[in-house]
């Protein structure tokens, strides 16, 4: 067997190709989410607060800023992102076990 060989059987036993392509959809994917998130729920979120520009809130104590704008941002952006890719994936896993019937 040579370096070919041993080329493909690696690719199967790892199954590399499938792995690249979940890789590609994940990184397709994350960039529809952050789209979802980023263009269509965060004004919403935006217009609820007043104020609107939230995410550049800071509280000083002393000579330390906190960012607690971009941190509640970036834990909003987290949930919202976490409750779509679990919606997706029980949407999937539903198709899935329904097809396998």
């Known amino acids: 067997m040579g370096f070919v060989g041993e080329f493909k059987e690696f690719l199967k ?22 789209a979802l998130v980023n263009d269509l729920i965060m ?6 607060v007043p104020g609107g520009d939230w995410r550049t809130a800071t509280v000083s104590a002393g000579n330390v800023k906190f960012l607690v ?9 987290f949930l919202v992102i976490a409750l779509v890719v679990f919606l997706m994936v029980k949407f999937i896993m539903k198709e899935d076990a329904t097809v396998k019937r």
Do not use: R
């Open 13 to 34: 036993k790892y199954q590399v190709l499938g792995l690249a392509v979940a890789f590609i959809i994940g990184a397709a994917s994350t960039k529809l989410v952050t």
């Open 43 to 48: 004004p919403i979120v935006g217009l609820l």
């Open 69 to 77: 704008g971009d941190f509640v941002g970036a834990l909003i952006d």
